[in-house]
């Protein structure tokens, strides 16, 4: 797990750059959809992420005001 995480890391984001360069080859429409379809998934894990944030100080400070729940 030591050498794979680094490795998936840097070879994710490589391997989405290249496959965008690909189908920008085949077709601008089919890299433009790509691009799309890629900020789609990002705007959705932003939004998951801040959500669980969110979450997660609302606990803490319902935690911190009423220690016995």
Request: charged content about 15%.
């Amino acid at each position: 797990m030591r050498i794979a995480k680094p490795l998936l890391l840097v070879t994710t984001p490589v391997g989405v750059v290249f496959g965008i360069h690909e189908a920008w080859k085949v077709g601008a429409w089919l890299g433009t959809l790509m691009i799309v379809l890629i900020s789609v998934v990002a705007g959705f894990f932003w939004i998951t992420l801040r959500r669980i944030r969110e979450d997660a100080s609302n606990a803490a400070a319902n935690a911190a005001r009423d220690p016995h729940s």
